[in-house]
């Protein structure tokens, strides 16, 4: 009889923290959150972070965009200390043709190493 006396004692303590947990719970007064302010809104004087911003919400369509492309250029070589160099336009070499003018192949057959003779 002792230890169900015990567990009758244990679990009224139980019930009875139970219910002023509950009462102190619901006698709290609402605290009204705090409102969240919107960030404030910072228009950049910078070009660049315009551009790149309007090439963000461009989406996909932004990769195949040139501005998009050279002001990512310029951004990650601001980002790296990078100096951009001046973009020279790569040299100008006429196109290969099939069929040389017999003065392109005589030209090739001058230059080409002489065959090993052989053993």
Same mark, same amino acid.
């Given at each position: ?9 244990a679990a009224a ?14 006698? $709290? ?19 660049l972070a315009q ?26 070589? $601001? ?7 001046? $973009? ?23 230059s080409a190493p ?6």
């Amino acid at each position: 009889m002792e230890g169900k006396t015990t567990a009758r004692i244990a679990a009224a303590i139980f019930v009875g923290f139970a219910i002023a947990a509950s009462l102190i719970q619901l006698s $709290r007064k609402e605290e009204s959150p705090i409102a969240a302010r919107p960030a404030p809104v910072v228009v950049p004087s910078d070009p660049l972070a315009q551009t790149l911003r309007h090439c963000r919400d461009m989406g996909i369509a932004a990769e195949r965009d040139p501005v998009c492309l050279d002001a990512w250029a310029t951004n990650r070589e $601001r980002f790296l200390g990078h100096t951009p160099e001046p $973009r020279q336009a790569p040299a100008v070499h006429p196109p290969a043709s099939m069929f040389p003018s017999e003065d392109e192949a005589s030209l090739s057959k001058e230059s080409a190493p002489a065959p090993l003779p052989e053993q």
